[in-house]
């Protein structure tokens, strides 16, 4: 039986590289075991120079190819397989920051985190406008929140063909709406640990890039590509046991307090441009302020009402930037969280 793998990885500038290999195989349902590591020429990338450009690439997830879903003429069911780089003395390529986030995920296991993130994005056409926009200063807006109708929702074939290959993927995605823009969409993975969150945002980030392929049209995962309408972020909902249970909303707002004491660095690390997005504005938090409240998607760190009502659940980091990185993310929050002293 012939198995079609479809090899993902990130590269020097956060996106997403991908190449495929046919492999020979008795087995019709592989394991991440029966999954070799192959190699690709930085140079190319961003990951190396000169003549001695191989990266080594090492399987760490898979998921069912919604592109390569049916067996034809003797190829097997396909699988997309998301990879973590190495050079080539077999040592942590620096870009490889899911290392880092296995580390401080094992040392944090008792805590039992939860994370959901919600990836926010903006469709554009191939002249870099907004897509089907049919001019520049495009006047209505606020009409495209959660949105139906020709007339103000653009980009709902795409968005629900996405859901539909996440779906089929298995990957956590739990839900999608259209955005504040117009041609804005979201959509939302989790709730599970940190490791699987991020796999699946950045596999779920790989598959909306192949489906606008097919409409001719590409997504920017920018925070804020055009400055007079709202930006987009990666915001990231996160818990603990002791927040779920009775009583955790203490724990929750001692969390507050300790990312509180660590925001310079969250903001450093929370994604390219993001600053142009945490202007105070557009329901943002000023990045050179912290604060955290219920209700309030004008925090840096918001409680949601029902949370505040229950006495128990998680907090909602609205700071990350839509094109964070989920394993920076994800590390930092737990770091925090968990070691920061009060």
Same mark, same amino acid.
């Given at each position: ?16 590289? /991908? ?9 019709? +349902? ?7 590591? %192959? ?5 190319? =990338? ?9 990266? @080594?690439?090492? $399987? ?14 003797? @190829? ?9 780089? &190495? ?17 401080? *995920?094992?040392?944090?296991?008792? #805590?039992? &985190? %939860? ?7 903006? @469709? ?8 089907? %926009? ?10 495209? *929140?959660? /949105? ?5 929702? *653009? ?15 298995? @990957?956590?995605?739990?839900?999608? +709406? ?6 804005? %969409? ?18 779920? !980030? ?8 097919? #409409?001719?049209?590409?997504?920017? &995962?920018?925070?804020? $590509? ?5 930006? /987009? ?43 142009? !997005?945490? =202007? ?9 302020? *912290?604060? #955290? ?8 760190? !918001? ?19 839509? +094109?964070?990185?989920? #394993? ?10 968990? &070691?920061?002293?009060?």
């Amino acid at each position: 039986m012939k198995v079609l793998l479809e090899y993902v990885w990130i590269d020097a500038y956060q996106n997403l590289r /991908s190449k495929i290999k046919i492999l020979n195989s008795e087995k019709n +349902n592989l394991e991440l075991e029966d999954i070799s590591e %192959w190699n690709y020429d930085g140079s190319s =990338t961003g990951q190396a120079e000169g003549h001695e450009s191989d990266i @080594i690439i090492r $399987p760490v997830r898979l998921f069912t190819n919604p592109f390569h879903n049916v067996y034809y003429k003797g @190829i097997g069911l396909g699988y997309l397989v998301l990879c973590q780089t &190495f050079d080539k003395d077999n040592k942590i390529h620096p870009t490889n920051k899911r290392i880092g986030c296995v580390e401080i *995920y094992e040392k944090c296991k008792e #805590y039992d &985190f %939860w994370f959901g993130m919600e990836q926010e994005y903006i @469709i554009v056409d191939k002249s870099g406008l907004p897509y089907k %926009w049919e001019r520049p200063d495009r006047v209505f807006n606020s009409d495209s *929140y959660c /949105s139906v109708g020709g007339d103000r929702c *653009y980009g709902r074939e795409i968005s629900e063909e996405h859901l539909h290959k996440c779906l089929e993927a298995g @990957i956590s995605i739990c839900g999608t +709406n259209a955005e504040v823009m117009t041609s804005q %969409w979201e959509y939302q993975i989790g709730a599970v640990d940190a490791l699987e969150v991020s796999d699946h945002l950045w596999m779920s !980030r790989y598959i909306m890039n192949k489906v606008t392929e097919k #409409y001719e049209c590409s997504v920017t &995962f920018l925070p804020k $590509p055009f400055a007079d309408y709202a930006g /987009s972020g990666l915001h990231t909902n996160v818990s603990t046991k002791e927040m779920r249970e009775e009583g955790g909303l203490e724990h929750i707002y001692k969390a507050c307090e300790k990312l509180r004491l660590t925001h310079k660095k969250h903001i450093d690390l929370y994604g390219e441009g993001n600053n142009n !997005r945490l =202007t105070g504005r557009n329901e943002t938090c000023s990045y050179e302020e *912290y604060k #955290y409240g219920v209700r309030n998607r004008g925090c840096s760190v !918001r409680i949601p009402l029902s949370v505040y009502n229950d006495k128990k659940g998680y907090l909602e980091d609205r700071r990350p930037g839509s +094109n964070a990185d989920p #394993y920076v993310i994800t590390s930092l929050l737990m770091e925090s969280i968990v &070691f920061q002293k009060l």
